[in-house]
C-alpha cells in the first residue's frame, strides 16, 4: 500500500506539472509571428548533410547559398554579388558580396565557401541534391576573400544549378570533427534573413528575424516552421489558426474551400515542376518493349476525368516529363487522350487476346498480368491514382497487382530493375533529362532500360548546346521522340494547392514551391488590414 | 528462497538475452541496404559512394561478428545511431520517454482507480445487479477498438464540442499539457477496465474464502468491512503481478494513440521508423520495450514469490 | 443486454454475431456491387437506392467495401487463429508433456515473444517485409505475421493442460500398457485437451481481428485496392465531414466481429467449467 500511495504522489505531481507548463499565448501586441507547415523533421540541421526537401526549407531561410533560383527560376545572385561563366576555360569565378556577416558577426568570405563544398563533397555528409552534380568539378580556388574560381573537366549551362547549396560558417561548423554530431546542429549559425532560436523535434522549428541581413531585415519578426506529418491534423491547424500557410492535398484544400472560415484564407494554387510519373520497364518482362503496348495503357487512363472528379481539377495531363508550364515544352506534341477502343484494338495488334474468355488477355501462352510498383505515401490521392489504373487497366484485358511499397524497398527493386511499371513522383530544376532517359545513364535515372542512338544524341545536345535556339530546338527534339515511344508517361503534373492566411502578404510561389525560391517569407509582409 | 529468486533472475536474463537476439534476427530481415534514405528527386548517389558508406556503418561484416559488436555496444549502453538524422538512438528514446510514460502512468493509475471500486462493487454481492452490469459494461468496452474510439471521441469533444485539443501536446516539450493528454489517456484506459475489475473481483472473492475471513465474518463484520480490511490485503499481491502483464498492452496502445494524437513519444517515433525503415530506431524501441515488459513480469514474479505465503512455501 | 456474458447466452449471441457478419461477408459476391468498380461519374455520392452507404472518391460503392472487408477481416482472424493452433499446439503439448529440457526451452521462447508488443513485433515484422513474406497473398501474410506471436497463449495454454493431466491415472495406464509417447500424447491427452483450446482459438481470432485493423488503419497492413475495415476508418478520417456513417457503419462492424468471437470464447470457457471467472 505503501508503494500505491507514494504512486498516486508522483502521478498527482506529473499532473500538477501537466496543468502548470507555462503557456505560450500569442497576444496582439506580439511580433509578426508567421507559422508555416513542414511535413517532417528535416533529416538534420547541419543544413548540407542528409539534405531532404525539409532542410533545404530550413536551410535557405537560416542561411545563403552564392545563387538561387527566382519564381521564374531565373538564377539570381545571392552571395555572390556577380560571376563570370567561362564556356572556353571551363570555369565559373564568383565575386562575393563584401561586408556580409555571420550570425554571430564574423564576415562571410571565401574560405567559407571551399569549406562548404569540401565537406559537401564527403560521402559522409550524404549530400544527394548538389555532392554528384559537382562530379565534374577537379579545381576550387579562392584567390583572395572575396573570390571563388571553381574548374570543371566539362562544364553545361546548367552547372550553377549546384551552387544553391547552402554555405556554412568555417570558423563554426569546420571545428566539429562530425557533422552530425557537433556545435554546428545544436545550433546553426548562417547568414541568412532569419536566425536560429530553437527546435522541438516533432513539433517546431522557431526564428527570429535577422536584424544585419545584408538584403535588409525580413518584415516578419519570426517564423515557426510547425511540422505535422499527418495532412488531416495540419488542416485542423489551419482552421483553428495555428498555422498561417501550407500546401494542401487537392481534397483538403476543396473543403477548405467550402468551409465557414474560408474568408480568413487566400486560395491560390501554382504549377510546380513535378510529375507523377509511370516508368515501363522495357526489359526483363514480356510486356512493355513494345512501344504501342505503353500507348495502348495510356489510352485507358482517363486522365481528365480523374482530374477533374478526384483530384479536384488540380492538375494536368503531361504529354512528356517536361513541364507544361515550362518555356521547355514543344507546342506541337499533344498528350494522348482516353480512347479505350484504340487502346484494345493496339493490344489485339501486338498480339494480345483472350483466347479462353477469362477476361485477361493471353499472348503465346502468357497472361498479360503485371504489378504496378508505388511507393507508400500518407496521402490519400497517391493510393486512388493506383487504384484508378489498375482497374482502368483490368477494364481493357490486363491482370493488374499494385504493389504499394516503402520508399527504401522501392528504391532497391528499382535499382534490381526489378519491377513492370514504376510510379513516383519527379522534380525538375532544369531541362537536362540526360539521367531519366540516356543509355549510359542506367545507373542513374533510367531504370526503363531505354536505349537508342537518337535520344542520347538529343539528350548529349541538350546537356552541352550554350546557344539558347539550339538547346530549345534540341529540347523539342527530345520531346518527339519520348512522345512517339513512351518510354516514361508524364500522367499529372500536380499543382500545389496553397492556402495562407489572407493577412500575410508577398507570397510567390516559384515551380519549386513557395518557400523552395529565392523569395519565400524573408519577403513576407504580415497586414492587419483586409486586402 | 534465494535459490528461487536467482534462478528467477537467471532465466530472466536468458531471455533478455534472446530478445536481443529475436530484435538481431529483425534486422537481418531487413532486404537490401538499410542506408537507403529518402530522397525527393533523382538518386544521385554514386556506387562508390554507397560503398564507402556501407563500410561506415559495418553492414558488410559477418552476421556473427554483428551481432558481437551490436551486443557489445547495447551493454554499454550504445543503441546505435539513427539512419535518418544520426542521432543516438537512445537520445531519441529518451526525449520521448517522458510523453510515452506520462500516458501510461496515467492510464494504469485510471485502470486501477477505476477498475479497483468496479470490482470491488461485484465482490460484495457477487451476482447482483451491480456486478452483472459492470460485467457487461467493461465487457462491451474492452473490444472497443483504440483508433476507433480515438476517432469517434477527437470528432465528438474536439471538432464538435471544441473542449478539448484535437491532437499534439500543446507546444510544450517533455510531459504535454493535461488537456492534451485527456483523450490518449482515456482511450488507453477503458479497454483495461474489464480485464483488471474481474481480476479484482475474482481474487477479492476468492481471498475472502480464507479461513481469517470466514472467523472475521463469524465474529459479526460486515462483508463490506471484511473486503476492505482483509481482502485487499490479500488480493494486492496478485494485482500487482497484473501490472507486469499490462505493459505489453499498453505500450501497444500508446503505438496507436500517440500517432492518432500526433503525441511525440516512443509510439510515434517507432510508427515513424517503421515508415521510413529507420532500422537502429525500429529495433531500439523493439529492444526497449521489450526490456520493459520483462522487468515488469520479474518484477511481478518476485513480488509475487517473496509476498505471497503460499508460493514462499511452495 | 443486463444479462452477464459469462452465461452459455454468451456463446449464442457471439456465434449469432460472427455467423451474421459471417454471411453477409462471406455471400457478398452474390449481393453487393464490385467494391473495386470505379466510376469517375459518381464520385462521394451520399447514400441512395443505387447505393445504400454512397460511394468513396473513386466512385466505389462503400456497401461493398464494407461487407468485403470483412471478407478479409474475418479470414485473417480465423486463419490466424488456426496458424496460431497449429504451432502452439504441438509446442505447448511437447513442452508441458516432456517436461525438462523441452519445456524449458519452449517456455523461454514464449516469455521472449511474449515480452515484445505482438503489435511492434507484427509492425516491425511488416516494416521490414522480409523476402520469405513478399509474393505470399496480403491476408495470408497478415496471418503469417499475427501468428508469429499469436500462438503463444495457445502453447501456455496446452502447456498447462498437458502437465495437469499427464499425470493422470490413465496416462499411467497407458504407458504401463507400453504405448509410445505420441501416442498417449495424441489419443489420450489432446482430446481432453483439445476443446478448452478452442476458448483460447477463439480470443485469437478476435485479437487478430483487432490488430489486423489496427495495422491497416496505420496503413501497414492488407493494401489497397482490396478494402479493409480498418482502411475504411483510415479514409473515414479525412472525409468524417460528409457523413456519419462512414466511421460508424465499418467500425460496428469492426466492434461485432471482435465481440462475437470473445463471446464465443467465453460461452465455450463455460459450458467447460461454469466456476470459471
Partial sequence: MKLGQRLCWILALVCLAAFCAPAEAPSKDEPRVVQMHITQDPASLSLIGKTD??????????????????????????????????????????????????????????????????????????????????????????????????????????????????????????????????????????????????????????????????????????????????????????????????????????????????????????????????????????????????????????????????????????????????????????????????????????????????????????????????????????????????????????????????????????????????????????????????????????????????????????????????????????????????????????????????????????????????????????????? | MLRRIVSRLATGALTLLLVTLLVFGLIQLAPGDPLAVQDDGMERLSRADRAALAAYYGFDRPLSAQYASWLGRLLKGDLGTSIRDRRPVLEKIAERLPVTLSLNALALFLIVALSVPIGAAAALNPGSIADRWSATATYLLYAVPIFWAALLLQRLFAVRLGWLPLYGSGGVTGIPRFANMVLPVVCLTYGGLAYVSRFVRANLIESTRFETILSARARGLTRFTILVRHGFRLAAVPMLTLAGFLIPALFAGSVIVETVFQLPGLGWLFIDAAYQRDVPVLLGVTLISGTAALAGILFADLTYALADPRVRRG | MAERPRRPAALNRGLALVLALGGVAALAPLWAQDPLRIDLGATLESPSGAHWLGTDALGRDLTARIAHGGRVSLSIGILTSLFSLAIGVPLGALAGYRGGWTDATVSRLIETIACVPSLLLAIALLAMSPALLRGIPDVLRVALVLAFAGWIPVARYMRGEFLRLKSAVMVEAARAAGASDLRIMVRHLLPSALAPVLVTASFAAASAILVEAALSFLGLGVQPPQPTWGGLLSDAREQIDRGWWLAVVPGLALYGAVLGFNLIGEGIRDLLDPRAT
Avoid at chain 1, 232 to 245: E, F, K, N, R, V
Avoid at chain 1, 270 to 283: A, E, H, P, T
Avoid at chain 1, 349 to 354: A, K, L, S
Avoid at chain 1, 402 to 421: A, C, G, S
Fill in chain 1, 53 to 531: 526537401l525539409n532542410s533545404e526549407i530550413v536551410g535557405m531561410r537560416l542561411t545563403d547559398a552564392l545563387v538561387q533560383y527566382d519564381d521564374k527560376l531565373v538564377i539570381r545572385p545571392l552571395l555572390a554579388e556577380s560571376w563570370e561563366f567561362s564556356e572556353s576555360d571551363k570555369t565559373i569565378t564568383f565575386k562575393l558580396r563584401e561586408n556580409v556577416r555571420w550570425h554571430d558577426g564574423e564576415p562571410v568570405t571565401s574560405a567559407d565557401v571551399v569549406f562548404t563544398i569540401d565537406k559537401l563533397r564527403e560521402p559522409e555528409t550524404e549530400n544527394l541534391p548538389w555532392a554528384p552534380a559537382l562530379d565534374k568539378l577537379v579545381r576550387l580556388e579562392a584567390p583572395d576573400e572575396h573570390t571563388v574560381v571553381a574548374t570543371y573537366s566539362e562544364i553545361k549551362p546548367d552547372a550553377l544549378d549546384a551552387w544553391r547549396t547552402p554555405i556554412l560558417p568555417e570558423h563554426i561548423a569546420g571545428q566539429d570533427e562530425d557533422l552530425f554530431n557537433g556545435r554546428f546542429v545544436e545550433h546553426p549559425i548562417g547568414c541568412g534573413p532569419f536566425k536560429f532560436l530553437h527546435y522541438i523535434r516533432g513539433q517546431e522549428i522557431v526564428m527570429e528575424a535577422n536584424d544585419d541581413y545584408w538584403g535588409g531585415r525580413p518584415e516578419i519578426d519570426r517564423l515557426e516552421l510547425k511540422i505535422f506529418a499527418d495532412q488531416q491534423t495540419a488542416y485542423q491547424a489551419m482552421m483553428t489558426g495555428d498555422l498561417h500557410i501550407m500546401v494542401m492535398a487537392a481534397n483538403l484544400w476543396q473543403q477548405a474551400r467550402e468551409s465557414e472560415q474560408a474568408a480568413a484564407f487566400e486560395f491560390t494554387s501554382y504549377k510546380k515542376y513535378s510529375v507523377y510519373i509511370l516508368g515501363w520497364n522495357q526489359l526483363n518482362n514480356p510486356f512493355f518493349g513494345d512501344a504501342r503496348m505503353r500507348r495502348a495503357l495510356v489510352l485507358a487512363l482517363d486522365r481528365e476525368s480523374f482530374i477533374a472528379n478526384v483530384a479536384g481539377g488540380m492538375a494536368h495531363v503531361g504529354a512528356t516529363t517536361f513541364p507544361p508550364s515550362s518555356d521547355w515544352v514543344a507546342p506541337d506534341v499533344e498528350p494522348y487522350g482516353y480512347d479505350p477502343d484504340e487502346a484494345r484494338r493496339l493490344l489485339e495488334e501486338v498480339g494480345w487476346v483472350d483466347t479462353d474468355g477469362d477476361g485477361v488477355r493471353e499472348k503465346n501462352g502468357q497472361r498479360l498480368a503485371f504489378t504496378l510498383m508505388v511507393p507508400k505515401s500518407s496521402q490519400q490521392l497517391t493510393s486512388w491514382i493506383a487504384d484508378w489504373q489498375q482497374q482502368s487497366w483490368v477494364d481493357i484485358g490486363a491482370d493488374v497487382t499494385v504493389d504499394q511499397l516503402e520508399w527504401q524497398t522501392l528504391r532497391e527493386r528499382r535499382k534490381e530493375r526489378n519491377f513492370h511499371v514504376l510510379a513516383q513522383t519527379l522534380q525538375f530544376t532544369n531541362p537536362d533529362m540526360y539521367d531519366l532517359y540516356h543509355s549510359s545513364a542506367t545507373d542513374r535515372y533510367n531504370f526503363w532500360g531505354n536505349n537508342d542512338p537518337e535520344i542520347d544524341r538529343l539528350l548529349d545536345a541538350v546537356r552541352y548546346t550554350f546557344d539558347p535556339e539550339q538547346r530549345l530546338a534540341a529540347m523539342h527534339g527530345v520531346q518527339r521522340w519520348l512522345h512517339d515511344h513512351e518510354p516514361v508517361t508524364a500522367v499529372f503534373f500536380f499543382d500545389a494547392p496553397l492556402i495562407y492566411d489572407k493577412r500575410l502578404r508577398g507570397v510567390r510561389p516559384s515551380p519549386l514551391g513557395y518557400a523552395a525560391s529565392i523569395h519565400g517569407p524573408r519577403e513576407w509582409r504580415w497586414s492587419d488590414e483586409a486586402s
